[in-house]
């Protein structure tokens, strides 16, 4: 099993830029491969953005590619979202899900095995 907790949520100004973190604990990170979610208020949970594990191979949503960047350290159990040109839209609680050595990536939320609790980002207009 692995143990998620996600940091570095808060208030930033529409066009502004923030970086949401995941700490891994509890089995071998590098076997994970590992996707950012959010979630707004009366709305599904959205996928963004997934790195495999091995090769570390990027994928994005539609909504925040060219503006988010997926990244892990695998040496730091933690995983990154880096995020750019930041709007009111993009106001949710992120999350981040580890899958254990997928075979196929996936876009789906049921997929991940392990959840975080959660951090809210708040874009101001």
């Known amino acids: 099993q692995v143990q998620l907790v996600e940091s570095g949520g808060g208030l930033v100004q529409a066009g502004g830029s923030l970086r949401v973190s995941c700490a891994a604990s509890g089995s071998t990170f590098s076997d994970y491969s590992m996707a950012w979610f959010r979630q707004a208020p009366g709305k599904e949970r959205e996928f963004l953005a997934t790195?495999?594990?091995?090769?570390?191979?990027?994928y994005y949503g539609d909504s925040v590619a060219g503006r988010f960047t997926i990244s892990r350290v695998n040496a730091k159990n933690t995983v990154y979202l880096q995020m750019n040109s930041l709007k009111p839209e993009d106001t949710a609680v992120y999350y981040c899900?580890?899958?254990?050595?997928?075979?196929?990536?996936?876009?789906?939320?049921?997929?991940?095995?392990?959840w975080g609790q959660g951090t809210q980002v708040t874009v101001s207009s």
């Open positions: 899900a580890a899958r254990y050595k997928p075979t196929i990536r996936s876009m789906i939320a049921e997929n991940y095995d392990y």
């Open positions: 790195i495999s594990w091995g090769f570390g191979s990027t």
